[in-house]
């Protein structure tokens, strides 16, 4: 739950967890202040919208670690070039293998990133989701086999 401080009726600050960060539309917000990077780019899309809404501006502060993965500290660096943003050396820094070919795969591909999950520090070989999509198959696969268990009348 989201804590609000208030006086006279205004709300300065919002703390909050990443829940608040989908599907709650707090207007005027003008700076998100992430103190954790999410592991997946989608949620960090999803956090920093909370400024910038309805045509507005807003300002995303950001503060990442030496926990942060090097596929999403990637997928940052290139969601930020795509939104014409300033590049912070931390990224520039990064080894960067989609720059080294990123202009003929887009060209033999038509595709930017990775075809399965769209995120943009990765191709598929390398993708996380589906990577945990196989995993959960296997494990699927697995019960059905061994059975669930119970007691169903399975041996």
Known sequence: MPFLPSRKGKKDVLVATGVVSKGLDFPDIQHVINYDMPAQIEDYVHRIGRAGRCGKTGIATTFINKNQTETTLLDLKHLLQEAKQRIPPVLTEL?????????????????KGCVYCGGLGHRIHDCPKLEHQKRMAISSSRMDYFGSGGYRGEI
């Open 95 to 111: 080894n960067d293998p989609m720059e080294l070919n990123a202009d003929a795969i887009t060209n033999a591909s038509g595709v």
